[in-house]
């Protein structure tokens, strides 16, 4: 018999070193049996910018983002460069025998038919991605909301969650940013496109603003954290099936966490490896 009940973390902003470390943490508590599932709600303070697991260095301003206060961060889960400010951030953590399926790309389906339920509650008219085509309009190659994967979620054909998965056996941690605001010229200014083409600034931030969605943009009344945050708990549990108790991290965990903060995502070696890190 399955036990169907889950855990849901609210950890309020920490900074983005701090995000990573504890998401991972999660992880291998999941993965040991010594955590039920999870469902983490997250924010980040400072504003931030993560790194997919592979992504080279250099598609972020670093300059830009020390003179303006923007942490740098390299996810565990693969992936483009995210900037985290006015959003939800959400981490599933759970495993293929705990109500998903094993196979990668049907449980992204599977949380991606939840959030899409939950966004369409609040309002908006969400759909899934279609699978990606050859032979578009190449995307900035460092944005991750600038191109929309398969089961990613789109409102009128621009893309406002993104999510990606780190496997670790039979147990995944998936994360996913769902901005509620968003600055194209400031995410522009974050990124780093020269390696791949000229495109001017201007020119650049069009073509963001023509691709990238935020929640509020699409709204007549502007939601808050706290009102998405809730929706997503109430359509995780129906929507998985599952009973979801709220419970804090643990002192272990903190403490797991802070260690791992300092030897990994705080590491200069971690975020800064030329052509991202290995295993």
Known sequence: MVDNRWRLVRTGPLPGGMNMALDEVLLQEVAAGRSRPVLRLYRWRPESVSLGYFQRNEVVDRAFCHSSGIDIVRRLTGGRAVLHGEEVTYAVIAGGGQGFPVRVEESYRKIAEVLRAALCSLG????????????????????????????ELLCQGQKIAGSAQKRRGDFFLQQGSIPLELDPRRLFQVLNPQPVDSISFEAGVGRLRQRVGWLNRYLPCSLSIDDVEERLREVFADGLGVAMHEEPVCPEEWSLAEDLRKERYDNPDWTWRVSGPGR
Not at 132 to 139: D, F, I, L, S, T
């Open 124 to 151: 908006l008219a969400a759909e899934l991605a279609p699978a990606r085509r050859e032979g578009r309009e190449r995307a900035l190659p460092a944005a991750c909301f600038e191109a929309a994967a398969g089961y």
